[in-house]
């Protein structure tokens, strides 16, 4: 998936300077991803393919979250209260109402979303010095890359081809307008 507004570099200088806040409100999105895993499982449990691949995707979204958690343990931090997301707050705005709109919307969105966390996990890992964290980011942008996949390949899975394109090209746009009007700051998001 190519969005259609790349992360600008100013980001990435404010991670590095407070990778700290960075690695809390990545955590933060770890537990949230591997939650809307499971809630489309629960929404949707008449739809076994769905359900195997978010019940897996959850389990490994949960073990991001472990793993992150233990780089906040090594730097001496612990985990913070979580924090709305105004990125996904103004990406669930678009919501179509209806059944099927609504469901195809969730799974768009949830790839579009893997698909920034790919982008800036790798600019995360491209900037930092050799060694275990650079490594570790490196590893997550492969793995975003699989997620955002999962979740398209569900769209097309349960949704005519014409109508998933369309609505993802719609749904970029308005994710890159929500990435040009946020802050920039050391988030995910």
Known sequence: MRLKAPT???WTAAVLADLDAFL???AANERK????????VVHYPDRPELVERCIALAIEELQH???VQARIAERGRVLGPDTR????QQLRREFRTGSDPYFLDRLLTAGIVEARGCERFGLVAAALPAGA??????ELARSEVRHQEMYIDLARLYFTAGPVDERLEELLTVEARVMA???????LY
């Open 85 to 88: 997301s105004e990125y996904l």
């Open 33 to 40: 991803a591997s939650s809307s895993a499971m809630a489309l």
């Open 133 to 138: 964290l650079k490594d570790f980011y490196r």
């Open 24 to 26: 809390l409100d990545h």
């Open 181 to 187: 009007e946020l802050p920039i700051r050391a988030s």
């Open 65 to 67: 979250f472990g793993q």
């Open 8 to 10: 600008p570099p100013e």
